[in-house]
């Protein structure tokens, strides 16, 4: 069996520890991709070694010239797109056609990083005094520490990497222990398209350790971190008491709303695709359906036929729908929604179980709750897996109420015709992304993405919010008058000729 390593101080290298574990497939747990390295704390201390050379070296490159790197990522990419899906779907489980979709968003993300290179702007300002000009300029930080999730195995490292090194920072990366395969492969395809060897440090291994080692390092300033609420807090307690500059992009509980004016068609494909995309494991999936009561009967029973009809199964077979979920631990936590769901009363339409057929993989039917009620722990806390919970409101006001009475906020969505609903939602709704006639999922590259309240920090990804994350602002000021200019006391009161 294949054993992969760490990308440390310019090589690829074994784990000091000599332990390894095992990468499964999803969809088929005999088949094992490989053996990655269970790193541990040392191997961070020598991956900051190096990216500390790495960082000297790189932030002396002009940023276009780092863009052009970038640039190379994508071309590359783009050529061997189709055989990155199929290992991506491989080790993480989602059709064929989304794990494309996630290299196509890499692609994109590298594209707009090379161009970037050539903006990151300043500003050049008036200065209050005369002969003086004054100026915002943007400096590289230093190291940044990457703990990335599963569920986006390409886009989401490249969110994050991408403009780190655009703006001229080391990077050291860590991929989900459930996709390192993918994980390697973006390593690779950076050296290949030039970027400096030590510039980029590849550690796999356990949240716990690793992570962990990461997050703690003195020596790493930012971290960006995207997972659980959970771990987000611990992430940011640390960074808090260090004084780290940390972006964290966590949990969700979108809602879809479907008013009785909406295109009733359109809001059933936006549903089954933001609700049982990706099997419900992205941070803006739907997991919250609400229907407005003139049409929810209607609309209940077109969504569940359908539903029924879905194809569970591997990834990367044609017809497959739905992949499996990513590992054990997320069908028992599934599983166990099921059960508080039935304790709640709510009224389970369809799905709720494993795979009867499918036993070799983690396959959960997709699932349907009716009447589930506002504030219920169904409809407040994030499932991560293919269960969406319908509740029926009353009118505009109260589909905002639901929308908004939850801890997260990512993504919403409202189906609609009538133009002032649209525009509503837009200002009321408490999310960072609104979709109007469109599913909760579907961001784009270019634009910031993230979330308001328990979903995150204040920072977006993408778009280019996001490289004033990876970079700090500094002012310079230029005298050329000759003579000492106090700020505020040499031009007040009255200016001197
Ligand atoms: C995520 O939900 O975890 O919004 C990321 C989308 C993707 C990114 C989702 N482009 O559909």
Redesign the pocket.
């Known amino acids: 069996m294949k054993k992969f390593e760490n990308f440390i101080a310019g090589e690829w290298k074994a784990p000091a520890s000599g332990e390894y574990f095992e990468n499964k497939n999803p969809a088929d747990r005999k088949d094992i991709i490989g053996k990655f390295p269970l790193s541990t704390r040392e191997e961070v201390n020598l991956a900051v070694g190096s990216a500390k050379r790495g960082f000297e070296l790189w932030k002396k490159w002009p940023a276009p010239a780092r863009g052009d790197v970038l640039r190379a990522v994508g071309d590359i990419m783009a050529k061997r797109k189709d055989e990155i899906a199929d290992a991506m779907t491989r080790e993480m489980g989602k059709p064929l056609t989304e794990t494309r979709g996630d290299v196509q ?1 890499g692609i994109d993300t590298a594209y707009y990083a090379a161009s970037e290179g050539r903006r990151l702007f300043g500003k050049t300002v008036p200065s209050e005094l005369r002969n003086k000009w004054a100026m915002s300029y943007r400096r590289p930080i230093g190291i940044a520490g990457l703990i990335c ?1 599963f ?2 195995p390409m ?2 490292p490249t969110w994050k990497m991408f403009p780190a090194l655009v703006c001229g920072n080391a990077v050291i990366f860590k991929p989900a222990e459930d996709v390192p395969h993918t994980g390697a492969l973006l390593v690779e395809i950076l050296l290949e398209a030039g970027l400096p060897a030590e510039v980029i440090q590849l550690l796999h291994g356990n949240g716990e350790t690793v992570g962990a080692a990461i997050v703690e390092h003195r020596e790493i300033p930012l971290i960006s971190f ?1 997972g659980s609420t959970e771990t987000g807090r611990i992430v940011g307690e640390t960074c808090g008491r260090m004084h780290k500059r940390l972006s964290l992009e966590m949990g ?1 509980k979108n809602a879809q709303i479907v008013m009785n004016d909406a295109d009733l068609d359109l809001a059933l494909e936006g549903a089954l695709w933001g609700a049982f995309g ?1 099997t419900g494991q ?4 739907t997991s919250r359906l609400v229907l407005e009561s003139g049409i929810h009967d209607r609309f209940l029973s077109m969504l569940s036929d359908r539903v029924t009809g879905l194809k569970l199964g591997d990834g990367r077979k044609e017809g497959t729908d739905i992949g499996p979920l990513i590992n054990e631990a997320s069908l028992q936590k599934v599983a166990s929604y099921i059960d508080i769901g039935r304790g709640e009363k709510a009224e389970l339409v369809c799905g709720g179980t494993r795979s009867a057929k499918l036993t070799e993989g983690n396959f959960f039917e997709p699932t349907i709750f009716a009447n589930v009620k506002a504030g219920s722990r169904l409809e407040q806390e994030e499932i991560f897996g293919p269960v969406l919970s319908v509740i029926r409101v009353n009118g505009v006001d109260e589909a905002f109420a639901v929308n908004n009475d939850v801890k997260y906020g ?2 919403s969505s409202v189906y609609t015709t009538n133009v002032n609903t649209a525009f509503r939602a837009f200002s009321e709704l408490d999310n960072g992304i609104t979709y109007v006639n469109a599913p909760t ?5 270019h634009l910031p ?1 993230g979330g308001v309240k328990q979903t995150g920090n204040g920072h977006r990804e993408g778009g280019w919010e996001v490289y004033e994350f990876y970079s700090e602002t500094k002012v310079g000021y230029a005298d050329f008058s000759g003579t000492l200019q106090r700020a505020q006391i040499d031009n007040y009161p009255g200016t001197p000729d």
């Open positions: 968003e999730p569920n986006f886009a989401i995207t969700g990706t992205r941070c803006t999936a990512l993504s999922i579907g961001a784009e590259a993405f």
